[in-house]
């Protein structure tokens, strides 16, 4: 087994330097009728050839979205990531290597994980970031649980425009808690009015901006509003690159900011592994879930980094701890951390305007098909369009022709009568040629289905 | 290099010459380079990317949001940018650097091949949200997985979707949870049991799913016995959390017992399986009275732990909490095609653990993992992990202190801190000077049953000739405390790019982030 150094030799040396006549004298322990005596019914080793070839052929099984035109967002968006990040992630001292528990032999993982939370405090115009979480679900829920910890008030109100997903993974992580939450009801043509439903005896307000519809909000009059009846406002990013853009949530008000950070330097990966972005005010630091790497000096007075503020959490604090969380998403954050390196606020900018440039077209594209409406007066790369017929048909009926040309609203909102709705994501990669070739598709089908 | 206030310390400015080196002009020494932070090089108008800068016809959509100020976030070229993280790579231990013996960490060899398939972009370029019809193979491989794991634990269902293992434990006690409520159960059953060995994730997790923790203590020979458990488990007991084996690296021999007696009153037993990689293939956890287990693929399965994450912690679970799973639920539907469920028709299930699916790029890894080494292989890595640790149990056991006697154990050995009482050091200061002999400490100070702690995985990946410089190294610097030699100890390390960190400072006056010098 290529993977395995000890040879036989090697093996029974090692028995009779323990003083074992063989192997299985060492698991003993095991209760003598529950040990396996046979190997289990799986397949035996394999060559690396083999194995490549049985997971490529599951690979080949899949429509990927390089192979054309690709329209889906909805919190996970398809960006260029410069070749140098998947290199440099890979190098081994960052690859292979765990939790800065040594700091004098982790400087590496600690200094970027420094440069990491920093980024991230910039970007979202706050005062601290944490150095990751799972994903923008998870520290979703997490700055819920943060709200209510810090205001000891239960209620929460989560916006009917934040990602269905967020919501659900919030309430599934709260249920034990049996807090109160409260959504507004969903409007995928956009003007929801959450300020008059803010009131005295809420924990927290949550709000996506972009939301899952694409519809851009102004979070000042809601953290107005907040601040005046001690409420927290969670503002919600899961397109990052919107803030090359826009104001940013901290700069209108926002007490903390949770997002996912994939679209920056990580692939799609069908949905996992993502990188969780959590940011908020210096006041509520020891509040924070996961981890966090602070600046400090060695014994020689050199500028060191190290993890730091343990106490809030498991390892330290056991039951009392802020949260359970052990496992950042280090990888992915230093996958982040790179590629906002190389584009720097002027890039950043640059990748947003094209993401709004290619929006812009695509919305002017789409007024060409008269069957179509256009849902949104605002957005920033994401739209959503009503269709006269189900959505989710003509997803499929598009994908056969090898086309994704967007998410049935239904997909995310199985209960709410969206079927006629489609979330249509562009990027810079979106190119003119692919946008025609989505619109002559659509034309097509419309007309087809239309038809039957 | 920019001006710098007093926090942002440089070793040009303010650093003191290493003890064993004179001082260099450059800050670097040899290979050792010294490297700033991207705030004090970078800038706000360079960028490494050439994406052309977009007249944007009109700003209406952005309905007056957008930004006024510019981001000041710095950019470097991409020769920058690379210099800079290879270096940063170069302060850094790593797997590939050498034996990284963590103990309860698993820290063995990632292989290549499972990078590169995790890559394919049929894997990476994939979105969760395409139409069932586009990705059959994503779920073909997940159904393949699943199967793997379901045999190898013997248990009868699987939730891939915890992103890690405390977020595996959070949904296997959720579904116990869900499981009472049906019952009619779960006002009255709120306490969860956990030994006072296990890693802090469990008490943390019960205490976040609602329940009341209640600590038990282990025996003097390192184990849960049933008499000590019998007590503690009433009509109030929801479950009991177990490692094992556990985290002293002892397999709980009453662990059958234990679950029949939890079993009989209603309870049930978690599993924390974070040590599997000491009994794949050689028992199943269901045939031991599991309930539910996660397993953490950035262990058992290799998939790189990266510095802290991501992770994977796919929980598999016995009939009894089958049903309450959390979404989503790939069904095969015949002949190779496969469609994706999010409700369970039949049952309610806990509800969403994570937008999306989970971690498919470390699932993929995971597969290859477990093709790779086929039934055969993964007993042996089982046995292979068990026979080094023991190996280095005996070779050391004439000088290191075990808190349990001089009995066998599983992947993991674990000593203690007697055999250091009137040297006037303790466990860090001899992990310290493990690291100026070129090895990364093995875990210290947990479990917390035993007094400073030294828990040791080599796992299977080492070769004899690597446990034996490990062991020697291990010896000869415990021979060298035994003959009295204190200060090297006390002022190691002292060959890394840093000496040990004031942790007091970091806390007491946190710097989470750079801030700019001018403000």
């Known amino acids: 087994m290529r993977y395995l150094p000890l040879t036989d030799e090697d093996r029974s040396l090692m028995c009779n330097r323990i003083g074992v006549t063989e192997v299985d004298d060492l698991f003993n322990d095991i209760p003598h009728e529950k040990h396996l005596t046979h190997l289990l019914d799986l397949p035996q080793h394999q060559s690396e050839y083999a194995v490549e070839m049985q997971i490529k052929a599951l690979a080949k099984r899949n429509h990927s979205a390089q192979n054309g035109p690709f329209f889906l967002g909805c919190g996970l968006y398809r960006h260029h990531i410069p070749a140098s990040v998947d290199h440099l992630i890979q190098r081994s001292e960052f690859l292979t290597s765990y939790t800065s528990y040594q700091p004098e032999i982790s400087q590496g993982t600690l200094h970027y994980l420094f440069e990491f939370q920093t980024q991230v405090a910039i970007l979202t115009g706050m005062e601290i970031a944490n150095a990751s979480l799972y994903d923008g679900s998870t520290a979703c829920a997490e700055a819920v649980a943060m709200a209510c910890r810090i205001t000891q008030r239960t209620p929460v109100l989560l916006s009917g425009g934040l990602h269905p997903h967020y919501g659900e993974v919030t309430r599934t992580a709260l249920q034990m808690k049996t807090i109160d939450i409260r959504s507004s009801s969903v409007k995928p043509e956009g003007g929801e009015n959450l300020l008059d439903q803010i009131t005295a005896d809420l924990a927290c307000v949550v709000v996506q901006t972009p939301d899952i519809f694409g519809h851009l909000h102004d979070l000042r009059p809601l953290a107005e509003r907040c601040q005046s009846l001690s409420v927290l406002l969670i503002a919600v990013v899961t397109e990052p690159f919107s803030l090359g853009l826009l104001l940013s949530p901290g700069e209108m008000g926002a007490d903390i900011v949770v997002g996912e950070g994939q679209a920056i330097g990580n692939p799609l990966n069908f949905g996992g592994p993502l990188v969780g972005l959590f940011a908020t005010r ?171 | 290099m920019s001006s710098l206030d007093s926090e942002n310390l440089s070793p040009l400015v303010h650093g003191k010459p290493p003890l064993t080196h004179k001082k260099s002009v450059s800050g670097h020494y040899g290979l050792q380079m010294e490297e700033g932070l991207i705030f004090d090089k970078g800038r706000s108008t360079i960028t490494g990317v050439d994406w052309e800068n977009p007249s944007l016809p009109c700003l209406k959509a952005l309905g007056g949001l957008e930004k006024q100020a510019p981001l000041n976030l710095p950019g470097l070229t991409e020769p920058e ?251 095969h539907e015949g002949e190779g095609h496969f469609s994706l469920h999010l409700i369970n028709e039949d049952h309610p299930s806990i509800g969403r653990l994570t937008a999306f699916h989970g971690q498919m790029a470390l699932w993929v890894r995971a597969l290859a993992y477990a093709l790779s080494h086929g039934s055969d292989g993964l007993r042996q890595v089982a046995e292979d992990a068990v026979l080094a640790a023991n190996y280095i149990r005996v070779c050391m056991a004439d000088l290191f202190s075990q808190p349990f006697g001089s009995q066998t154990c599983m992947h993991e050995v674990l000593f203690d801190d007697q055999w250091l009482e009137g040297t006037g050091l303790e466990t860090l200061d001899f992990a310290k000077a493990l690291i100026d002999e070129g ?61 040990r960190v004031d942790e007091t400072r970091a806390a007491r006056q946190p710097i989470l982030r750079w801030t700019s010098p001018r403000l």
């Not at chain 2, 035993?450 to 990946?461: D, H, K, N, W, Y």
């Open chain 1, 282 to 452: 210096q006041k509520f630091v020891r509040h924070m879930p996961g981890r966090l790497c602070g600046q400090t000096i060695d014994v020689q007075g050199r500028r060191s980094f190290v993890l730091t503020l343990s106490a809030r959490e498991q390892h330290i604090r056991r039951e009392k701890a802020t949260s359970n969380i052990c496992t950042n998403s280090g990888l992915c954050a230093l996958a982040f951390s790179i590629h906002m390196t190389l584009l720097g606020g002027e890039g950043l900018r640059r990748v947003a305007r094209l993401n709004h440039q290619k929006a812009l077209e695509l919305v002017s594209a789409l007024q060409t098909l008269p069957q179509v409406e256009v849902l949104n007066r605002t957005f920033f790369n994401e739209i959503t369009i009503r269709l006269p017929m189900s959505a989710d048909l003509i997803a499929e009926k598009a994908a056969q022709r090898g086309v994704l040309c967007g998410v049935p609203a239904s997909r995310l909102f199985p209960s709410e009568r969206f079927e006629n709705l489609l979330i249509m994501a562009t990027t810079e990669l979106t190119t003119d040629q692919e946008r025609h070739h989505l619109i002559e598709t659509l034309r097509s089908l419309l007309t087809e289905e239309g038809g039957k």
């Open chain 2, 81 to 331: 940018t690379v210099r800079h993280y290879v270096r940063l790579s170069q302060k850094n231990y790593a797997i590939d650097t050498g034996i990284y013996p963590l103990g309860s960490c698993t820290m063995k060899h990632n292989p290549r091949l499972n990078e590169k398939l995790a890559r394919l972009s049929g894997f990476s370029d994939l979105h969760p949200l395409q139409p069932d019809c586009t990705v059959q193979g994503a779920f073909a491989l997940m159904q393949e997985l699943g199967r793997w794991l379901l045999t190898l634990t013997g248990l009868k269902a699987v939730a891939l979707a915890p992103r890690a293992g405390a977020h595996g434990e959070m949904c296997g006690l959720m579904a116990m949870r869900a499981a009472l409520e049906v019952r009619g159960e779960r006002t009255q059953r709120k306490k969860i049991l956990v030994p006072v060995s296990a890693h802090g994730t469990n008490p943390s997790t019960a205490a976040l799913a609602g329940f009341d923790v209640v600590q038990i203590a282990a025996r003097g020979d390192g184990r849960l016995h049933l008499e000590d458990v019998v007590p503690h488990v009433t009509p109030q007991v929801a479950a009991l959390m177990v490692t094992n084996p556990n985290t002293c690296g002892l397999f709980e021999t009453d662990i059958e017992k234990i679950a029949a007696c939890l079993h009989a009153q209603g309870a049930y037993l978690y599993c924390d399986g974070a040590n599997f990689n000491a009994i794949m293939g050689k028992v199943r956890p269901g045939d031991l009275g599991i309930d539910a287990m996660h397993i953490n693929l950035h262990k058992t399965f290799s998939t790189p732990h990266g510095g802290g994450g991501p992770g994977a912690g796919p929980v598999v679970v016995s009939d009894r909490l089958a049903a309450f799973l959390p979404p989503p639920f790939v069904v």
């Open chain 2, 439 to 499: 090895f990364h400490p093995m875990t210290i100070y947990f479990p917390l049953v035993v007094r400073g702690a030294m828990l040791i995985e080599p796992t299977e990946s080492e070769s004899k000739a690597s446990l034996d410089a490990f062991i020697m190294v291990m010896r000869d610097l415990a021979l060298a405390i035994k003959r009295g030699e204190k200060e090297r100890f006390k002022n190691a390390p002292q060959w890394t790019p840093r000496g």
